[in-house]
């Protein structure tokens, strides 16, 4: 049976999940998942007392791998999932990055800020569920200072036709049983094939950066191609 996902109501689903979602994610990327934060990190600014924002924090995990950096100030974490941010609101004061990192309710493609607010902002895995990328996108370029720069990890297809096929029988059928066995919802993880199938990767994802104004883009496979590190910035 195939599902149709409206994303406007994707936070729902992640409001299902919400407690489970840091082992699932553990699991499912065997742990690759760590290194793929420290390399975005690889990409912030250079400059120090950075403001940064982490769009569709979920659980806070880039946002405190942020907030960790020294060159970061403070961070926002932002996510229309209010399961999510309850359970990151409790990693914070668990970690005690509480004083230094601040969850709230929002729209990634209305975001609450004012212009030129931030240095730097990151989505991890997220982008693909909004509704309208190119609006999350422009209005991340809003709230980005001049010099500002924007880093993106989201899921591939890998360019190897072999490594494509066993890449999409991964996600169609592995990751969807994994993800009801750990998580108990037989929904959760069964859109994942048709998303990453459809939404734009590569030269594609560039592409519309580089429509809403973003300069100096670039993007670096990892996972064999099953994940993409995207960034950009303001001038």
């Not at 420290?38 to 924002?53: F, G, S, T």
């Not at 209005?139 to 494509?164: Q, W």
């Not at 929904?187 to 100096?216: C, E, S, W």
Request: charged fraction near 20%.
């Amino acid at each position: 049976m195939s599902i149709t996902i409206n994303k406007n109501e994707s936070y729902r689903m992640f409001d299902r999940i919400a407690r489970c979602y840091d082992f699932v994610n553990l699991f499912i990327s065997l742990g690759m998942h760590q290194g793929w934060r420290k390399k975005m990190m690889l990409h912030l600014p250079a400059c120090k007392d950075q403001n940064v924002l982490d769009l569709a924090t979920g659980t806070g995990d880039v946002a405190f791998t942020l907030a960790r950096e020294s060159r970061v100030a403070k961070v926002t974490g932002l996510d229309l999932s209010t399961g999510m941010l309850t359970v990151a609101g409790k990693k914070a004061i668990n970690d005690d990055l509480d004083q230094k990192v601040r969850f709230i309710e929002g729209d990634a493609q209305h975001i609450p800020a004012k212009s030129q607010s931030y240095d730097a902002i990151t989505i991890s895995f997220g982008i693909r569920n909004v509704p309208n990328t190119s609006k999350c996108l422009a209005d991340a370029l809003r709230v980005l200072k001049p010099s500002g720069k924007m880093i993106i990890l989201e899921s591939a297809l890998p360019r190897s036709r072999i490594l494509r096929f066993f890449s999409l029988i991964h996600v169609r059928y592995v990751l969807p049983v994994l993800g009801w066995l750990l998580s108990g919802d037989p929904y959760a993880y069964r859109y994942l094939d048709k998303t990453i199938r459809t939404y734009p990767h590569g030269k594609d994802f560039l592409a519309m950066m580089v429509g809403v104004g973003f300069k100096n883009t670039g993007f670096q496979s990892l996972a064999l191609g099953g994940v993409n590190l995207y960034w950009g910035e303001k001038q």
